[in-house]
T-cell receptor, first 112, second 112 residues
C-alpha cells in the first residue's frame, strides 16, 4: 500500500462546478497535511494546510481532514479554467518535514 | 524578488560528469530541502538541512551530496551522473521542520 494515495485523474469538471480532490494516507501518526498546486512545467505552490479534524476554508478552497478515516480532501468551488493543474497532497508524520510524503497528484481539468 | 531561487533552470550533461545545482532562499527560513521529481511527476524528498543537521533519505545514492555554506544556501552536487538521474530537482525551504515548504522553480537535469 502506498503511503499517500491520490487518484491520478484526470478529473474533469465544468467551469463553475465544485471540484473534489481526495487523498488517503497510511500513517496514523501523521500530524500535518498540505495541498500543493503544480502547473505543468512549474514548481509546486502551497494552496492549503490543515492540522485538525474538520474543515478549513480559504476563499474558494476548502480542505477537509478526517484522521479517523485517514483521508484529506480539497474542494474547489466555482472552478475556473485557471485551476487546471495537478494537485499534490503532502502528509507530514510526527517526525517533521524531512519525512514528508507526497502523493502522485491528481490532474484537474476545468472545462470552459 | 524571488523567494527561493535555483540555478541553472536547465542542465544537459553527459553520463559520468559531475555537476552542481545552486539554491538560495531569502525568506529567512532555517530549513532547506532538495526534492527530485521523476518523469511520472512523483515528488520525493532527498535531503533536509536544519541548523547544520543534515538528514538524508536513505534511498539517495551517495553520489549526491548537499553543501550548505550558510543558512540561506543549499547546493546540490552530483558525481558520476547516470541516465537515471534525469529528473527535475527542486530546492525548497521552510521555517522549522513542521511548516509548509516553499519551492524554487526547479532545475531540469537531462543526462545523455
Amino acid at each position: 500500500q502506498k503511503e499517500v494515495e491520490q487518484n491520478s485523474g484526470p478529473l474533469s469538471v465544468p467551469e463553475g462546478a465544485i471540484a473534489s480532490l481526495n487523498c488517503t494516507y497510511s500513517d496514523r501518526g501523521s500530524q500535518s497535511f498540505f495541498w500543493y498546486r503544480q502547473y505543468s512545467g512549474k514548481s509546486p505552490e502551497l494552496i492549503m494546510f490543515i492540522y485538525s479534524n474538520g474543515d478549513k476554508e480559504d476563499g474558494r478552497f476548502t480542505a477537509q481532514l478526517n484522521k479517523a478515516s485517514q483521508y484529506v480532501s480539497l474542494l474547489i468551488r466555482d472552478s475556473q479554467p485557471s485551476d487546471s493543474a495537478t494537485y499534490l497532497c503532502a502528509v507530514l508524520p510526527s517526525g517533521g518535514y524531512q519525512k514528508v510524503t507526497f502523493g502522485t497528484g491528481t490532474k484537474l481539468q476545468v472545462i470552459p | 524578488d524571488t523567494a527561493v531561487s535555483q540555478t541553472p533552470k536547465y542542465l544537459v550533461t553527459q553520463m559520468g560528469n559531475d555537476k552542481s545545482i545552486k539554491c538560495e532562499q531569502n525568506l529567512g527560513h532555517d530549513t532547506m530541502y532538495w526534492y527530485k521529481q521523476d518523469s511520472k511527476k512523483f515528488l520525493k524528498i532527498m535531503f533536509s538541512y536544519n541548523n547544520k543537521e543534515l538528514i538524508i533519505n536513505e534511498t539517495v545514492p551517495n553520489r549526491f551530496s548537499p553543501k550548505s555554506p550558510d543558512k540561506a544556501h543549499l547546493n546540490l552536487h552530483i558525481n558520476s551522473l547516470e541516465l537515471g538521474d534525469s529528473a527535475v530537482y527542486f530546492c525548497a525551504s521552510s521555517q522549522g521542520r513542521y511548516s509548509e515548504a516553499f519551492f524554487g522553480q526547479g532545475t531540469r537535469l537531462t543526462v545523455v
